[in-house]
């Protein structure tokens, strides 16, 4: 080896090195541009969803995606939902039945009432008187010494009827367990059955239970107009206040028409 190929200059010593440099650079800016068209990414560090002027095609089309839905629960002693008070009454269990038509003559006038109404699942066998609200507008209840006995608001449309007809009845009294003790073990598909003064007999099955605190009672979903014949059947639960002597929760079953018979 000569004494000029052995005394190499430094230059010539860094070139292997400044070549990699020089490489990684390059490989460097490519990354650059290529993360420069990605989309940011957010941290939670910028403004939120709620704090955008308008949302993007993206923020709509996953607008709901997080959002849990209102909902009326199946029912059961481990299936009681507490629903949003917007959410809807549940959708029937089975296929449903026109109401009964109102009849269109003079014994019109004499509303149909329910005498009677049959739940087999939680053995009710129960007669029905009518009941009405109060100065205060709250829905009146059958007597406490007649614990066995249901309430129905007689303004509500008759069992079977178009509409949501409204049966109350006590979950218990001073004498022990009452009419409704056992409304919350009932499930989506379980039968009721309301027998008419006129003679008719209508089979409701249960599409939802909720149980729902008295100081936001959902009024719109129990009361509100359907087109439908349906049933709400109401009475009290969750914990029993002992110095204002009631439950302050409701628990309410919905059901729609199923069968009729004439």
């Known amino acids: 080896m000569t004494e000029q190929q052995q005394q190499k200059s430094p230059l010539n010593k860094a070139l292997p090195g400044l070549l990699i440099a020089g490489s990684l650079a390059g490989v460097g800016a490519v990354m650059v541009g290529l993360l420069s068209l990605a989309p940011p990414v957010d941290d939670g560090s910028g403004p939120g969803l709620a704090a955008m002027e308008e949302p993007g095609a993206v923020q709509i089309e996953n607008a709901g995606a997080f959002v849990l839905p209102p909902t009326v629960g199946p029912g059961g002693q481990s299936g009681l939902t507490p629903a949003r008070l917007d959410a809807p009454p549940p959708l029937a269990a089975v296929p449903t039945v026109a109401p009964i038509p109102v009849p269109k003559t003079k014994a019109a006038k004499v509303k149909a009432k329910p005498s009677r109404i049959k739940i ?50 006590h979950v218990s009294t001073r004498q022990g367990a009452a009419v409704f003790a056992r409304l919350s073990e009932l499930v989506k598909g379980d039968q009721i059955y309301v027998y008419r003064s006129d003679g008719k007999v209508v089979r409701y099955t249960v599409s939802g239970i909720e149980q729902v605190s008295k100081s936001t009672f959902p009024t719109k979903r129990v009361y509100g107009n359907t087109g439908g014949a349906e049933l709400r059947l109401i009475t009290c639960g969750g914990v029993f206040n002992k110095g204002a002597h009631s439950y302050k929760d409701n628990v309410i079953v919905y059901a729609t028409l199923s069968k009729k018979k004439t």
């Not at 129905?152 to 409204?166: L, N, Q």
């Open 120 to 169: 087999p699942k939680i053995k009710v066998n129960a007669p029905v008187g009518p009941v009405t609200v109060d100065i205060k507008g709250n829905l009146g209840t059958p007597p406490l010494s007649k614990r066995n006995q249901t309430g129905w608001y007689r303004f509500s449309p008759a069992p079977g009827e178009a509409g949501p007809s409204i049966i109350n009845g």
